[in-house]
């Protein structure tokens, strides 16, 4: 493969500077048939044997691709011209989509984005969890695949204006508008473009569309909108929560008028219609498959401002709730959240240092750690206290296919993975996997 060696070499030699100071022409092509769905975004081919991901690019099309990076036994690359385009194919309806780091799937039909994302969730169980045959469902998808994002972190240009990264470069595009995030945010873009100044690195924009209320973080002298709050409220299932600036909150609380999905057969929900956003939908998911019950002892492991373990103490009066949460804004905002609220507590701690040295045994547990996965010291205490169900909820499917198996090999059934789609047009993945003890 001496064209390769070529290429790497080449490569390498750019290393130092940004994808955006690279000319395309500079780039080799190839011309590469696409058989599969990349967990990247985009697709995989083959090319003299060297699998390369294909961004922009769908399964079953053939393509030019500019090889951006080359490794031993794979490369990256970017569609540059499609020569036979697969029939779940769009035109993408965003001018940045391509050049903008954020959305991966905007070229492709929603239905084929739901497709392609529960087949990444199945590949990366089977080949880095080592299930042959796990127990996956079809995707629950969102009503709207628009406009749904409550939450946005732009970066600064040092002429004021506010942007995204570019396409694997630290380089800052200026942004007009996104179609990804709520409307609201792209108004308040709008409001702020220039506003910047040297100091100021990254803009985070926030904006219920339940409470109507917004936050700017930090605060910008001089502009035209209020900034600087230190805090925001959202709902999930009726329930508001405040959510300091630094706080994680889901940002798919855009609500939809929509039958609940068949896969959350939840009897304790009265309503089997009414305005669900993805948020709603994955907290009665989680609920529904942790079962909580009266007098159980119930753990809400990386807790953060206290959304599952609130929510699981609504729906199950009477039972004690435990939430551990590393960050000390997130715990301060649960515990606010959680004023009146009996049976609930909140430690404030990493989770493999608080949870290995409980004295009770809980009855259930819900994970929902951010994308590393949980660390090993959390498993081994789940597997040697053997808790009877855990929830865990994921969203990078190669750290949950990893600690699946730690799980599984430990003595806990796989019963189910439902995948659920929090973020249309991108690559990103959110699943809930149930394990009961064996």
Same mark, same amino acid.
């Given at each position: ?90 035109? +993408? ?81 200026? %942004? ?38 917004? =936050? ?65 939908? =994955? ?115 190669? !750290? ?5 198996? %730690? ?11 439902? +995948? %659920? ?12 996997? !149930?394990?009961?003890?064996?």
């Amino acid at each position: 493969m001496p064209r390769y060696r070529r290429w790497r070499s080449f490569l390498s030699r750019r290393q130092g500077a940004t994808r955006s100071d690279r000319s395309p022409r500079e780039l080799p092509r190839v011309e590469i048939e696409l058989d599969g769905i990349s967990h990247l975004g985009g697709a995989v081919g083959r090319v003299d044997e060297l699998v390369h991901f294909v961004s922009y690019a769908l399964p079953g099309e053939r393509v030019v691709a500019r090889v951006v990076d080359a490794h031993g036994n794979f490369a990256r690359a970017e569609t540059d011209r499609v020569l036979c385009a697969a029939p779940e194919r769009v035109a +993408p309806p965003c001018p940045y989509f391509g050049r903008c780091g954020g959305c991966d799937w905007q070229h492709a039909r929603y239905e084929a984005q739901l497709r392609f994302k529960t087949e990444t969730v199945r590949e990366q169980l089977r080949r880095l969890g080592g299930f042959a045959d796990a127990p996956v469902r079809p995707m629950i998808g969102a009503a709207s695949v628009y406009g749904y994002r409550n939450h946005a972190r732009f970066s600064a240009r040092r002429d004021g204006t506010l942007g995204f990264t570019r396409q694997q470069s630290h380089a800052v595009m200026t %942004i007009e508008h996104c179609h990804v995030v709520v409307p609201p945010i792209s108004a308040m873009l709008a409001a702020l473009q220039g506003r910047g100044h040297r100091r100021l690195h990254q803009v985070a924009l926030r904006h219920s569309l339940r409470t109507g209320q917004s =936050l700017v973080a930090p605060h910008i002298p001089d502009a035209p909108i209020p900034t600087g709050q230190p805090y925001l409220e959202d709902e999930v299932l009726g329930r508001r929560f405040r959510i300091a600036a630094n706080s994680f909150f889901q940002v798919n609380t855009r609500p939809d008028v929509r039958p609940l999905p068949q896969a959350i057969a939840a009897p304790w929900v009265a309503e089997r219609e009414a305005a669900w956003s993805q948020a709603d939908l =994955l907290a009665l998911l989680a609920i529904d498959r942790l079962r909580p019950a009266p007098g159980e002892l119930l753990l809400d492991a990386y807790a953060g401002v206290g959304t599952f373990a609130l929510l699981v103490a609504d729906h199950a009066p009477g039972a004690r709730v435990l939430g551990i949460e590393e960050a000390a804004s997130a715990v301060m905002d649960a515990r606010h959240n959680a004023a009146g609220a009996p049976n609930l507590e909140f430690v404030q701690g990493r989770v493999e240092a608080v949870l290995p040295g409980l004295d009770a045994v809980p009855d259930g547990a819900i994970l929902d750690p951010a994308r590393a996965g949980c660390a090993r010291p959390v498993l081994d205490a789940l597997v040697a206290r053997a808790v009877r169900r855990i929830v865990y909820v994921s969203c990078e499917p190669a !750290t949950l296919a990893r600690d699946l198996r %730690i799980l599984v090999d430990g003595g806990y059934a796989l019963t189910e993975v439902q +995948p %659920i789609d929090m973020f249309p047009q991108t690559r990103h993945v959110e699943a809930v996997a !149930t394990l009961e003890r064996r």
